[in-house]
């Protein structure tokens, strides 16, 4: 049951890394091709970046209760 949870673990953890990458990679690339919009892509890529990492964060609660 152990290494299943750390298994799940990982795998949460890589997803929110792949997650936060991609909002954080496309941001940079829209602020790079409409540089005069960059304040409000930052905010949704902060809102953005912010519900991954709270899926992620409800996904590893979810995976200790399984411990």
Known sequence: M???VALG????VIGIGIGIGKVG???VDAMARQPEMAGKIQTAML?????VEGAGLFG????????
Do not use: H, P, Q, Y
């Open 2 to 4: 152990g290494s299943t």
């Open 60 to 67: 590893i609660v979810a995976a200790c209760f399984l411990i």
């Open 47 to 51: 809102i953005a970046a912010g519900m």
């Open 25 to 27: 990679g496309s941001a």
């Open 9 to 12: 673990l990982g795998l949460i």
